[in-house]
């Protein structure tokens, strides 16, 4: 759990000195003023956390501040990470956790350019490193190279990848991987689809469609989200398009390792509740760790 | 929960519309929520500040408030205050004096760059240039054989070279080739990279020095958060940019990165990516789309966008069609026939006046999407072409046959009626001057 811990507070070092640097220095002064809960909100909007998540993280740490009469600055900043923290996990009181099947089958979804594919390599890595048996789907038979894309990684780290031609229907692919799957006796397959723009309905419905071929082999998949830690509000949109169309489990928030804030998945947490599992930090396999609530705010917020 | 910001800013000015006299306390208060609409739309926090501070200032003189119409005068001074800050005119890609042009393409990892770069290629060689793509991504798995795919598809010749990853070098001899077979553009691809990754910064520097670019574009992720004005800051400062494109917009990002980037870096936005097909790249206005966030709609994009399907006299008599209001279902059919070689339906209604409105006020299983344009297709193709022209004839037992033959209900039959007699009323509303407060763009 430490070395998580440290994971989280390394990779976001830059997120700190850029923000939350300023959030400590806006709890310096003699005073906790009206100007602190706006300077605290637009803190907050700079992260992109969002406008009503914000102003609900601010008013209820104004209420406890003056609840429990809080005049050290730092209580009142446990008092926001509390806030933070109470947000993230109403979205993940039950906590999800991948679990093996025969095979389990993971469904990662998400626009374009969020990191899809790089983030199922880690993933597959992980389950291995765990022990399991893991297969990929090459699900993205749209963008041009995904497929090699995905054979490479496959390749480099021993875990065979179901594909078909460039241009193919990806239902197929799915269904020929699930044969493979539990054929070679698979614990999980992880399918992977191509980035699609979540407004666009025939794009969704195809996506539906896979979701139907697996649950027509009697397996629940289980969706995850992969969002681009430096989305703005828009991440909303996308939680909310994918979930209805597929019904998504839980987020992986990807490329938190630049100056990212991530702030919208406590706006997804919040509105949608859905769940964040994993974080990714760069571009090796090792590079994905389970999403913690505590660690995310508290590494965000520690001086 | 997901209103546009073209949305917002209707409802809100509707609102100051309606009122005779305006004081200070109603602008502020109107302000207030164009603030937390432009927020959530991801417009930079000092960006918005600024932007709201200027429009005030502007806002509360005399001459606005006690005219006739202060809520108009408002919203044109919101809209001349956009178009200022997305970078006032249309700004084209430079020439080099001496052939190739060299576009050098950056941005962070999936911000579309790949993509972007054929997709810009395509839209030279319409325009009669020569283009080379070349592939100076050694990093990221198969982006190389990403972009061989995709210059292959188009016809579009691709340097590259698997076997070194020093990226000027690359680029060196992509000129090289560039010269032997002619090219007038030379479109260099690089890897996605960190802002913040001083090394990889370095890198573009070197290739910079190398090759000395005429064009550097940032690629810029439409739906990109609050840091999309420090990614372009940090590649202007490093690399000294000369325009963005902005991918990823034919979703429902409200493009707040769009208002601010330009505002804060003075680097104009020349292109926007607008789909997945290689033709999805259009030049970007800063009036057409400072009209379309205010909910006035993009005529002259829409009247374009018919040309290119059209003949001129065809896209003529839709033009002065829909600025009489005259049009009748069978030229709405007409539209909705040619509206799969124009895009999404969503983009073509966001261009429409008062439509981005009239979507909204429809109960949700209502809203248009693309499924919903067959279901219409079908309900006009049962009605004679009497009825198209007059849909005030159809009657009860009309209806049932249209349902009929439509494979709908009468009361779909119903929706599209009221849905068009709206629309038709909106549009008259427009063009009749109800808005005289605005100039439409370019009519």
New interface residues.
Partial sequence: MFNIFKKTKDSLERTRETWLGKINNIFDRPEFDDSLWDDLEEVLIAADVGVSASLKIVEGTKYRVKEENLKEASAVQQALSNEMVKILKSSSEESFALSAGNPAVILVVGVNGTGKTTSIAKLAYRLKQDGKHVMIAAGDTFRAAAIDQLKYWGERLEIEVIASQPGGDPGAVVFDALEAAKKRKAEFLIVDTAGRIQTKSNLMEELKKIRRIIERSEIKPQVLLVLDANTGQNGLSQAKYFTEAVDVDAVILAKLDSTSKGGVVLGIADELKIPIVFFGTGQEPEDLSPFNAEDFVQALLEK | ??ESLTDKLTAIFDKLSGKGKLSEKDVDAALREVR?AL????VN?KVAKSFIAKVRERAVGKEVLESLTPGQQIIKIVNDELIAMLGGGQQKLAKADSPPTVILLVG?????K??TSSKLALNLRRSGQKPLLVAADP?????V??????GK?LDIPVYSDESTKKVDDICKQAMKRAKEIDATTVILDTAGR???DEELMDELEVVKKAINPTEVLLIA????????V??ADEFNTKVGLTGVILT?M?????G??ALSLTSVTGVPIKFVGVG?KSDALEPFYPDRMASRILGMGDMLSLIEKAQEQYDETKALELEKKVRKAQFDLEDFLDQLQQLKKMG?I?QIMDMIPGMSKLTKQLPANASV???QLKKIEAIVLSMTPKERHNPDLIDGSRRRRIAKGSGTTPQDVNQLLNQFRQMKKMIKQMSSGKMRGLKMPGL
């Fill in positions: 929960m997901f937390v927020l959530e739309a991801d926090f962070l990892q999936g911000a579309g790949t993509t990093y990221r798995p198969a982006a054989a990403q972009l061989v795919t995709l598809q960190l802002h913040v992720d439409a739906m990109t958060g609050q840091e999309a420090k990614i990823k034919d979703g429902d990002a409200r707040g990165a997945e999404s969503s999407d693309d499924n």
